[in-house]
Structure formats: C-alpha cells, structure tokens
C-alpha cells in the first residue's frame, strides 16, 4: 500500500492530476434513470447490436465498425457502412464507452441511448432511410416481438426502446482487471518497471491532465486538437480537414476540439485520431507530446509511455453469441 | 414407434426413398484422416472464422456471409464482399455443411478444408491477393502464433493450417434435434399433423429422391436446375442465367447441373435458390415442384410442405464469441 500512496502522491504533486487518476476501473457503469438495466434488456441490446438487418442492405451491425470480438473497433482509418461507403472519422470503441459522458468524437450524443440512434440511418453508416423502417421491419421478425415483450412490454417495439435496449448492453462492455487496475489496488507487482516509469512521464508531461478519471477519458471534456502544429503535420495527417466539435455548434470557438478519447484499451484501437491517419501507437504518443504539450520526446521516453499504455488493456468478459431470430421462409426484406 | 414404422414403410414403398431418409441428424460430422479434430483447431477456426482481417478492407469474415448468429448466412438474395461488391450467387448455409460431400452450389470443392480457401482471395468476396498475404498479416499477430502452436505446432501459421482449423471449427456447427428429428426418433407428438402431411406429400410427389439422407443433401448428388422451365419463368426468375457446374467442368452435360442443397433449416435461408431470386418458401416449394417434378401444386399442399420444411429447424448450439487477437500498437495491415 504504501506504494499506492506514494503513486497517487506523486500524481497529486503534478499539480494537473487529482487522486481520482489512479482509480481502478468500475466493475459496473452507471445507468439513467430512464433505462434502467435489467437482463432482459441487455439480452435484446445484445442481439440488436449484433443483427445486420438494422443496415440497408443487411450487411452492416452496429459490431461491424464497433466489433466486440476485437478492441471494440475495427482497427481500420475509418470504418466502411453499407455498399463501401467510408467517412472521415475512426470508429471509437465501444469498450468502456458507458464511461463517457458523451458520445461521438464531436460528443454531439449526451448519451449511449442517443448514440446508438445515430449510425442506423446515417447513410453511408447503416444506410436505413429511417427509423420508421427500422421498426416495420423488426415488426416482421417474430422472435424480436418476444424479446421487446421481456424487455419492455407488449407490442414494444419502437425506436426508443430499441436504442435503450442497445445502450444497456453497450454497459455490460467492460473491460475490468488491466494491469494497471490490479497496480492501484494494491499489486504492486502487476506492472514492470518499464510501465510504471511510462506512467509517472505521462503524468509529468501533463497526459492526464486532459486523459483523467478511471477510464482516462477526462470525464466529457473537450480539448483542442491539435494546439501546436505546423504545414509539416498537417501535410502528413490532415488532421485539421475536420472541424470537429463545431461541425455540431457551428461555433468557430469549438474549431478543431475533441471529445477526450478513453486510453482504455488503446493499444488494440490502432490506427489512432479522429480521422485514423496514425497507424502506430509510438508515434500516436510522439505526436501527441509534440502537438498537444509543446514536447518532443525520446525513443526511450515513447517506450515507456507505450509501455504503460499496454497496462491499460483490460480482461475481456466471456460473451455468448446471440441466436438472431430469423423470419421463417421470408427474406428479411 | 408403430407410427415411425408405418412412416418408414410409407417412404419405403414410394420406391424413390430409403428408409435412411427417416434418420435423424447425426450429433457429429466425421472428419477427413488429415485433420481429426481437436479442441485446440476448432478454437482456432472459430478465431479465423469470425475475423474480418481476412479480407483486403478487414471488414468481411466468412462469419459475414455464413453468420452463425443467423441461419448460417446472409438473407439476401447475394452477399456482399469488400467495396460492396456482389456476386450472382446466394451464400449456402455453413449450418450442417459438414454433412455435403462436396461444398459451394457447383460442388467445385472436395471439402470444408478446400471450400474455406476459396472465398479469402475471391476479389469480390474478401478480396485477398493471395495466401502469402494471409499469411503474413496473420503472422504480425501475436496472439495468432500462440493459437497455432496449440493447434499444430510451432510456427505452423499457413494456408494449409488456417483452412484445416476452419473447417474443423465448421464441423461443430450442428443442429440437431429438430421437431423431425425428434419425430423420427419416436416422439410422434414432436411433429404437427400438418407437418406429418406435408411430410407425405414432399415424398409422394418425389421431393426426398433428391434432397434424400438425414440432411437432405442428397449426399454428393448433382441435380439439373430447372428441368421443366419456360420463358415466362426464366425471364421472372433468370434461373438459367448461371450455367452452375459447367462453369466448372466446362461440360455441356453439366450446364445447370447443381449441388442439392441441404432442406435443413430452409426455413430460415430465403431468400432461396442458387441465385437468390425468389423470396418465400411458399413460392420456392411451388417453383421446385413445378420445375422439377412438373406438378403444380395447391395452395393447401405447399402450406402442408412447408410446415413440415419448418420441422427441419434444429436447435443451434450455444456458442462463445470468439476474443480476437490484436496487433497492440499497430493497425492490422
């Protein structure tokens, strides 16, 4: 323990980091009051979530861009929706997303329920004209009919109740148990040497300072990014091309800010940024330093950041593949 | 068993079906000599099977078109592979596969291990350049290596291993115990008498000549598609556009010679037919009578065989999602 005690000392010295940073990550997320989570409702989240009839062409779930079998993403720039379309942006993972306090990289979702409204229609996402269709068509499925039953009620099946049914198993995704969990909580052996000097130089750099909180997502803050480029970076990975959250404000005073991305579980997220043009951890850590904190930092330095970045990947809970009820004779369409 | 008696000797005496045609769903698929399976290959094909990194834009898994969450493929009339691009055919289902004696509608492969090759470097399915690409990306992945060693040895990542462990992992994909099995395993209640009907006339008319054995494959059978057509059918359903095997064998006596497809869990596949064409089963047990046994049918006669066609749904088995191997630090290609 005294480690521990040194640890969240060292952290609160910094000055830009309060003791809260070195908690573990919650076993369990915190739900709104008007979606309570319950069995049933993750039961059904789950097998919408997974069912690419919520796509247009019934190619696309919402675990083809977030996928639940890998780091809650696809490890692509950006993702592809239906017939091949990609946008700008890098699909977030959806692991420890119930910790945001919103969602998007723009944050324009205030929740998990909001969010999972948005891709279905979107048209170069999942393509449906609306969710209208959505429903009609879960309206044909007769084991959907039972599910929202469970879940909801009699004759459910809406896209409120969907999206909630989503969210609440979007909150089950938790990834508990990192190496870095087990340190704060008393294993002081649980990180190498290596790790543990990355974790002090990111805290001395200032990462935290903006990646804070248990989930080091700061907590629904929005940052400006990048703060300190030049011709050279921009040449290289047009980060500037999106406005980011003035693309929903319309605000020139939200130019270019961010949501604060979870590192939970960063390094299988790769390739890194709101637009993905990053392909490698150790020169997401560089850039990061050089643009956002004015520091260029060493080979070794990088290392050992990268290093406890790895700390933060957590145990994957063991899922059952949900049994997505077909439409007996008929196409789904 | 009176009543089983009775049905196997009604079978019987149509003089076009075995009594073997009354046996249930093996719970085992056998394996080929050269790859008895193992729990460490199927964990491994499970992995590989439900990977979208497989394909060119990591976006298409073999899971994507033969979706073991669904009926064990897509529900559209043909899939959809990288870029969005089609193909003319419908994706057959992976669900007991393991009981066709040759796989893909043209029979083209000997085997599971043989067909799992195929779809990875179609540049319209998962758009793979060649093997040695697999390979390679699949050997930047740490946890891969690992998954191998278990299953073949050291350094054992190949094209020969990755296929041998998918169709070992296909082989497990069984569903027993539908209400036909349990019917012909004595529990006459486990069938309807509507569906007993159906049952009857499907042999009657001659449906089980063809689609004959416990999967109703026909066991390796190649059968002329349609036999009995005309203009107003094909310019409705383009069934003669694809000339099937002799794509293949380049054989006159081949064109529009296809596998029998197996009537397990058809139910769940529309839309049906090689080429996806036609959206109900009510319309495709009508067309396939018509078409090949030149018979047409009553309405109350397709209703009868098709709720029989619904006893052939089995009961799948529950699996876990596979966790899937990053590359920490590095996007995957």
Redesign the interface.
């Known amino acids: 323990m005294l480690k521990i005690r040194l640890l969240v000392a060292a952290l609160a010295m910094t000055g830009s980091l309060s003791a809260s940073a070195a908690e573990s990550l919650p076993a369990s997320a915190p739900a709104p009051e008007n979606n309570p989570t319950t069995a049933e409702k993750v039961s059904l989240g789950k097998m919408l979530y ?4 919520l796509s247009s ?3 696309v779930a919402c675990a ?1 861009c977030h ?5 809650g993403e ?4 950006n993702s ?1 929706g ?4 990609t946008g700008g942006r890098s699909a977030p993972t959806v692991w420890n997303a119930a910790f945001n306090a919103v969602q998007f990289w723009d944050g324009r979702a205030a929740s998990l329920e909001e969010q999972a409204a948005g891709p279905v229609t979107n048209p170069i996402e999942m393509g449906m004209k609306s969710w209208d269709d959505v429903v009609a068509r879960l309206k044909t499925i007769e084991g959907y009919q039972d599910a929202f039953e469970k879940a909801f009620g009699k004759d459910s099946i809406s896209k409120d109740n969907a999206t909630k049914a989503i969210a609440a198993y979007e909150r089950t995704l938790i990834t508990p148990n990192s190496a870095y969990d087990k340190y704060v909580e008393g294993n002081t052996n649980a990180m190498t040497e290596q790790q543990v000097r990355g974790m002090k130089k990111a805290v001395e750099i200032g990462c935290t300072s903006c990646h804070s909180g248990p989930a080091f997502n700061g907590a629904g803050m929005f940052q400006k990014f990048p703060v300190n480029s030049n011709g050279y970076f921009e040449a290289q990975y047009h980060f500037q091309k999106d406005l980011g959250r003035a693309e929903v404000t319309k605000s020139d005073a939200d130019k270019h800010f961010w949501k604060v991305p979870t590192l939970r579980n960063v ?2 997220t ?2 890194y940024f709101h637009n ?1 043009s990053v ?4 020169r997401a850590v560089w850039l990061m330093a050089k643009l956002q904190l004015n520091k260029e930092l060493s080979d070794a330095e990088v290392a050992d950041i ?1 290093a406890f ?2 700390a933060l ?1 957590g145990e ?1 809970p ?7 009820p ?7 369409n």
């Open positions: 997974h069912d690419p009839r062409t019934g190619t083809s996928n639940t079998m890998l780091g696809d490890n692509r720039p592809m239906v017939n091949g379309q390094a299988l790769a390739p993905g392909k490698t951890l150790d990268v970045l790895n990947s994957f063991t899922q059952s593949m949900p049994h997505l077909g439409t007996p004779g008929k196409a789904f």
